[in-house]
């Protein structure tokens, strides 16, 4: 079976999809849901994965709210850049939208 994207850089560091979703509520303050703290910094995958988490919420078509226009999204997201989502990953994920 042929992997694509963040399952090649889970399965390359030996992270499974398990011990990721311990850290996708983590903020770049170090502090997340539920309230935890962690020492130094998260792997690369927990920062790759909170971005599009928080990007396909308002995206997506939910039956009680339509979706949000992709400038809008961003907008609202780049509110986040630095205190909830590493700088160079987001610009990199913006620029990948645009």
């Given at each position: 079976?042929?992997?694509k994207g963040i399952e090649k850089i889970l399965i390359s560091e030996g992270i499974t999809f398990g011990e990721?979703?311990?850290?996708?509520y983590f903020l770049g303050t170090g502090t997340?849901?539920?309230?935890?703290?962690t020492r130094g910094p998260l792997h690369i995958a927990s920062y790759m994965t909170q971005i599009a988490d928080v990007y396909d919420a308002p995206r997506s078509f939910r039956?009680?709210?339509p979706s949000i226009e992709l400038e809008r999204t961003?907008?609202?997201m780049g509110?986040?850049?630095g205190t909830?989502?590493?700088?160079?990953?987001?610009?990199n994920f913006v620029e990948i939208l645009s």
């Open positions: 079976m042929r992997e990721l979703k311990r850290f996708v997340g849901y539920p309230k935890v703290r039956p009680y709210q961003l907008s609202i509110e986040g850049r909830e989502f590493e700088p160079g990953l987001f610009d």
